[in-house]
């Protein structure tokens, strides 16, 4: 097993030091970020993802929002609306916003010294979530599973070992995994490029696979459960997650295979009845028609790129949070388990 892996997010005296994700796994580089600007752009890029992270550094742009405020005079909400809208999708990032600028308003004198708190306290709330779902999920995986996930779930997006790649770890110390399956997840490849890392990292025996491959990987009988996250569990059990993990929810279901979501509670949002309540983000074209800065397609050509799709709950076997599993996956169950019901 290799050494701890880097710090994903880290503040160091009023900068917010972000592990630059994009230029993984071949360099591991840092991000500084002084401003909103900066902090924005590095969401926007994908420097920093996943919806844990997104909250924790939702939580510390307020810190980052305030001290700017002070400096330039720019209006303190506009800069922490700039942040809560960097992307839409994930609901831990509007909410980290909202914790900390909660915290920074209610907490007496010193408010970037609340919304800091605020931040950090989101983190290591993160890290116990993880450990917890990385102990309730372990109870779905069988001995000697193949497992397949998609896109990136482990510690680049968490203050803790993260959502269905924690469980996966645990699988494996286990000895549970007999070999984990990596969707490349196109089009930026987080699975390619970080959850390969994490897999080699932990020592998982694992493999990548182009998206497109996973239905004859499930014809051939090779997968024995699916394991992914999420970006918003809407309040009737619906799931946005990356794009490609809808795919595999059908491929699961028709070959009787338990699909299992893994979220903290924090990316429950009841306010959000349906999937169809979803604002799903759009990204460029350029995602798709270019690949390392070199045109695939004629230049010009449009694209259809959503970052996410919904998953409807039917096809979800089992929500595993912090606080437990939920299973069936419905209106009542996620009431349930939801920190705010
Ligand atoms: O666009 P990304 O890379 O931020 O998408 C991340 C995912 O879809 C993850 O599966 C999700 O955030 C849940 S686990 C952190």
């Given at each position: 097993v290799a050494a701890d892996p880097p710090a994903t997010i880290a503040w160091r005296d009023g900068t917010l030091v972000?592990?630059?994700?994009?230029?993984?796994?071949?360099?591991?580089?840092y991000v500084e970020c002084r401003d909103v600007a900066t902090l924005v752009g590095a969401i926007e890029r994908l420097?920093?993802?996943?919806?844990?992270?997104?909250?924790?550094?939702?939580?510390?742009?307020?810190?980052?929002?305030?001290?700017?405020?002070?400096?330039?005079?720019?209006?303190?909400r506009e800069l922490t609306e700039r942040v809560a809208a960097a992307r839409p999708t994930a609901v831990n990032l509007r909410s980290g916003v909202e914790r900390a600028w909660r915290a920074a308003t209610t907490g007496g004198e010193d408010a970037a010294a609340a919304a800091l708190q605020a931040a950090q306290d989101l983190a290591a709330e993160d890290a116990a979530?993880?450990?917890?779902?990385?102990?309730?999920?372990?109870?779905?995986?069988?001995?000697?599973?193949?497992?397949?996930?998609?896109?990136?779930?482990?510690?680049?997006?968490?203050?803790?070992?993260?959502?269905?790649?924690?469980?996966i770890a645990a699988a494996h110390t286990a000895g549970r995994v007999r070999h984990l399956?990596?969707?490349?997840?196109?089009?930026?490849?987080?699975?390619?490029?970080?959850?390969?890392?994490?897999?080699?990292?932990?020592?998982?025996?694992?493999?990548?696979?182009?998206?497109?491959?996973?239905?004859?990987?499930?014809?051939?009988?090779?997968?024995?459960?699916?394991?992914?996250?999420?970006?918003?569990?809407?309040?009737?059990?619906?799931?946005?997650?990356?794009?490609?993990?809808?795919?595999?929810?059908?491929?699961?279901?028709?070959?009787?295979?338990?699909?299992v979501v893994v979220a903290p509670t924090t990316t429950i949002d009841v306010a959000t009845a349906t999937g169809a309540d979803v604002v799903i983000e759009q990204r460029a074209a350029g995602e798709v028609t270019r690949v390392g800065g070199v045109d695939l397609a004629p230049p010009g050509t449009a694209a259809y790129n959503p970052a996410f799709d919904i998953t409807p709950p039917a096809l979800v076997t089992a929500l595993v949070t912090e606080r437990g599993v939920a299973s069936p996956v419905d209106l009542e169950s996620v009431r349930r388990i939801a920190r705010d019901p």
């Open positions: 972000l592990l630059d994700q994009t230029q993984l796994p071949g360099t591991e580089c420097a920093v993802r996943g919806a844990p992270a997104l909250g924790i550094v939702g939580a510390y742009g307020v810190a980052l929002a305030l001290a700017e405020a002070t400096r330039t005079g720019v209006d303190v979530a993880s450990t917890a779902m990385a102990r309730h999920g372990l109870a779905l995986i069988p001995d000697g599973a193949r497992v397949l996930t998609h896109c990136n779930t482990g510690a680049l997006v968490s203050g803790g070992g993260g959502t269905a790649f924690a469980v399956w990596v969707d490349e997840t196109r089009p930026l490849l987080q699975g390619a490029r970080l959850t390969a890392y994490e897999a080699r990292r932990c020592g998982i025996p694992h493999s990548v696979l182009p998206d497109s491959a996973a239905a004859s990987l499930f014809a051939a009988g090779q997968v024995d459960v699916v394991l992914v996250g999420a970006d918003r569990v809407c309040a009737d059990g619906s799931v946005a997650n990356k794009v490609g993990t809808y795919s595999l929810a059908v491929l699961a279901h028709h070959h009787a295979v338990p699909f």
